[in-house]
């Protein structure tokens, strides 16, 4: 479990240091979410156009009954409402693992996952602070992860 965590590290680390110097249309922050996600999660935004963008999040939780991660990836279109609100939709999926540890004994499942993406940002026209708040419906593809479930996120990202 911890060289998955190793690997996944490097590559989101490789991926924000290539794109760091490159570009002003990057976004990255926490996004915090309850219901079925794992709590924080590390985000990143790359516009891929002038109205779609790319946001990848990494989601870690360690505590003494379980742990796990959850990467997803995420294409979005943006609207714009009024000036600094913005309304997006997208489409992507994902993939994670779960391992818990109880006195029943240990348990360890890798699962992919589909994913959509609805929400609500604002964009500080004085200061490159990004909030936004997003629905986030997943359907999970596993031996114990063939559900659906969904989580309501609130996430700040500076903009560079």
Do not use: C
């Not at 911890?2 to 976004?27: D, E, R």
């Not at 796990?68 to 409402?81: E, L, P, R, S």
């Not at 909030?131 to 986030?136: A, K, P, V």
């Not at 419906?137 to 969904?150: I, T, V």
Request: charged letters at 15%; aromatic letters at 16%.
């Amino acid at each position: 479990m911890k060289k998955v965590f190793l690997v996944i590290g490097l590559i989101v680390g490789a991926t924000f240091s290539l794109h760091a110097q490159s570009s002003s249309s990057t976004a990255r922050g926490l996004r915090v979410s309850g219901g079925n996600g794992l709590g924080g999660e590390i985000s990143y935004q790359r516009a891929l156009g002038s109205n779609n963008r790319l946001e990848i999040d990494l989601g870690l939780k360690n505590n003494k009954n379980y742990d796990g991660f959850k990467a997803t990836a995420i294409y979005q279109w943006v609207w714009n409402i009024d000036a600094g609100f913005n309304w997006y939709a997208g489409v992507g999926g994902g993939l994670g693992n779960y391992s818990s540890k109880s006195d029943n004994g240990n348990f360890s499942e890798t699962f992919v996952f589909a994913a959509g993406d609805v929400g609500i940002e604002y964009n500080f026209p004085t200061a490159p602070i990004l909030f936004s708040l997003d629905l986030r419906p997943e359907f999970g593809f596993g031996n114990n992860f063939n559900d659906y479930g969904s989580d309501i996120a609130l996430s700040v990202r500076y903009q560079f």
